[in-house]
């Protein structure tokens, strides 16, 4: 009896003693693939979801939703062709080596406001926010030598200002005119009351909107003057007055407001309907001029042509007929245009009653 009780606690202490050391090979394992995953991952470009301090020292990339796949190696070794410059940065279409395509913005470090930790409760803001019509920011990357990149989608069908100026007849149908202020109206409104704290956008324009498949308008660079110096911003300003977005309280005031970006989106809801520039470079250079006194001109000396391009209310199928849009709808769409481009900053309505009007004349059309 005895020795078959031994025999049990020899079998017992032998697979104790087994399993121990087959957790203890395990435990080496893990720590040998953890250590392996780090050295690639330092391969990368130290590529982690690390803290304000380790991106500075570093050189790292913030992902945010829809980039949780990219890598330092993806962004800044995929080719890239530059697709536009302004004062502060270059945008580059990105060709990654899965073949999707990335839109890169380079801020350049004069432009930028300070060190990383200055900049990225508003980057970590900007990442956070998702909406139907907003260009999403999918990942941020700052380098050792202070360059900045911001990483968005890249939209094959251009920007707005394209789409108007290509006339290719889709740029003239009320209900393609109708989706697209609609669109950029809804993506304004979430940024002016859909979050905590308002987010100006600062810059908006018709450059600014990119299309998307059957012309669904998406609102890009909102916010990014939060993350320039204000000589940065002040040479923006310049450039979007140049271009004909002048709101008339900046040339005191140099100060974006919720009023402004108002003022810009009754500019490209003219551009819109008109199909033309906010600035005629054919316009006489002795004589101011810009889209909304145009428009105010047009509708004092009853020249009801000039409110709209004269294929917005024909027909589809037969050039002499008309569509069931008529000309009072156009006005009214060309008044709440109008009335956000006033002079007056307290005349301007609010993104809510924009879109309250909006939806108004839709109904109707």
């Known amino acids: 009896m005895e020795k ?50 380790e991106i500075e020292m570093k050189g790292d990339l913030i992902r945010f939703e829809g980039g949780e796949d990219l890598t330092c190696f993806d962004i800044l070794d995929a080719p890239g062709e530059v697709i536009g410059k302004s004062s502060y940065g270059t945008l580059y279409r990105a060709n990654l080596l899965n073949d999707s395509v990335l839109l890169l913005r380079f801020l350049r470090p004069a432009a930028c406001t300070g060190k990383v930790q200055d900049v990225m409760h508003v980057v970590q803001l900007l990442g ?7 260009v999403p920011l999918c990942g941020f990357y700052s380098g ?13 069908r251009g920007s707005l ?17 109708y989706k697209i202020s609609m669109g950029i109206a809804r993506g304004l409104d979430y940024l002016h009351t859909g979050l905590q704290k308002p987010i100006i956008h600062g810059n908006l324009k018709s450059k600014n909107v990119l299309l998307g498949r059957n012309q669904h308008p998406f609102i890009s660079d909102f916010g990014l003057h939060l993350l320039l110096n204000p000589a940065a911003v002040q040479e923006m300003l310049e450039d979007a007055a ?30 819109l309907v008109t199909g033309r520039e906010p600035v005629s470079g054919k316009a006489n250079p002795d004589q101011d001029f810009d889209l909304p006194t145009s428009m105010r001109n047009a509708i004092l000396d009853h020249r009801m ?11 589809e199928d037969d050039n002499a007929g008309l569509s069931p849009v008529n000309e009072g709808v156009i006005l009214e769409f060309v008044q709440l245009a109008l009335a956000c481009c006033s002079p007056s900053p307290s005349l301007r309505p609010d993104i809510k009653q924009i879109c309250k009007k909006l939806e108004e004349i839709g109904q109707k059309s």
């Open 144 to 156: 050792p030598r202070g360059e900045k990149l911001l990483v968005h989608p890249f939209y094959r």
């Open 161 to 177: 200002a394209q789409f108007i100026r290509d006339e290719n007849g889709e740029s003239h149908k009320w209900e393609v005119i």
């Open 4 to 53: 078959k009780h031994m025999l049990i606690l020899i079998v017992t202490l032998s697979s104790f003693f087994l399993l121990l050391f087959l957790v203890f090979i395990v435990f080496l394992i893990c720590v040998c693939r953890r250590k392996e995953y780090e050295r690639d991952e330092e391969g990368k470009g130290e590529c982690k979801e690390g803290g304000v301090e």
């Open 128 to 134: 956070s926010i998702r909406h139907p019509n907003l």
């Open 242 to 271: 140049v271009e004909g977005y002048t709101t008339p309280e900046l040339s005191k005031t140099k100060d974006v407001s919720k009023e402004s970006d108002i003022y810009n989106l009754g500019v490209i809801l003219l551009e």
């Open 305 to 315: 042509s000039d409110l709209y391009h004269p294929d917005v209310v024909m027909s």
